[in-house]
C-alpha cells in the first residue's frame, strides 16, 4: 500500500521563535483555512498560540531537575488549541509517545487522515511538519509497517530550512524527535495531530 502524502505548501519562519506558527500556518495552509503564506499571517497565529496558551492555563517555562528550565516558545497545547480553533474542536490533541517509532505512527495516522502533523524536536525548541512517507525498495532500509504503510521515509517540512521538503531515513527521524527531559512531557517524544 502506497503511503499517503498531502500537499501542503511550505513556509519559512520569520525569527528564530516562530516555527511553532510557521507551522500552524503550514498545516491550515493545507487545508485551505487561512488565506496565505504571509508573514502577518504568521504573526496572528503567534499571538493566537500564545493567548490559548495562556487560557489552558499551562506554563511556558517548566522547572527541570537541573538548569536551564524549559522555555516553551510554542507550547503543544497552545499549538493544538490555535489549530482546533481554525479547523473543529477537538480536531487534533496533543500526542505524547515514549517511543520515536510510535510518535512516528502517531504523525503518519494525522496524515493518513488528512490532517498533516507537528512534531518537536531538537531540545523542545523547534516543530517541524510532518506531511507524508515513503517506501523505497532500491535499497536495504529499515522499514517500519506504519497504520498499515510499509515505511522507509518520513516527509517532513521544516520551517527554519524555508520548508522545504525533507526526505528522512527512520534512522534521521529517530536522531532529530526530541524527548523532552523535565515538566509536563517529561520523557515524552511530542506529536500535535489527529487520533
Not at 6 to 30: E, F
Not at 31 to 46: E, I, M, T
Not at 82 to 101: G, R
Not at 153 to 164: E, K, M, T
Amino acid at each position: 500500500m502506497p503511503c499517503t502524502r498531502l500537499n501542503v505548501p511550505r513556509v519559512q519562519q520569520i525569527d528564530d521563535d516562530s516555527c511553532g506558527p510557521a507551522c500552524a500556518q503550514m498545516i491550515l495552509l493545507a487545508l485551505h483555512l487561512v488565506k496565505d503564506g504571509s508573514d502577518d499571517v504568521q504573526r496572528a497565529l503567534g499571538k493566537e498560540i500564545q493567548q490559548s496558551t495562556k487560557s489552558a492555563r499551562v506554563r511556558t517555562t517548566e522547572r527541570c531537575a537541573e538548569p536551564p528550565a524549559l522555555e516553551w516558545a510554542t507550547h503543544p497545547v497552545g499549538l493544538q488549541r490555535t489549530l482546533n480553533a481554525h479547523i473543529k474542536p477537538d480536531a487534533t490533541e496533543v500526542i505524547p509517545s515514549e517511543e520515536e517509532d510510535t510518535a512516528a505512527g502517531h504523525a503518519l495516522k494525522s496524515v493518513k487522515g488528512g490532517i498533516a502533523a507537528a512534531a518537536l524536536v531538537s531540545d523542545a525548541t523547534h516543530w517541524i511538519v510532518v506531511f507524508g512517507c515513503e517506501h523505497s525498495t532500491r535499497r536495504e532500509l529499515p522499514t517500519l509497517d506504519l497504520n498499515g504503510d510499509p515505511v522507509t521515509h518520513i516527509l517532513v517540512r521544516d520551517p527554519a530550512l524555508s520548508g522545504f521538503p525533507v526526505r528522512m531515513t527512520l534512522d534521521e527521524w529517530t536522531a532529530v524527535l526530541y524527548r523532552v527531559k523535565c515538566g509536563t512531557f517529561d520523557h515524552k517524544c511530542i506529536v500535535v495531530g489527529a487520533r
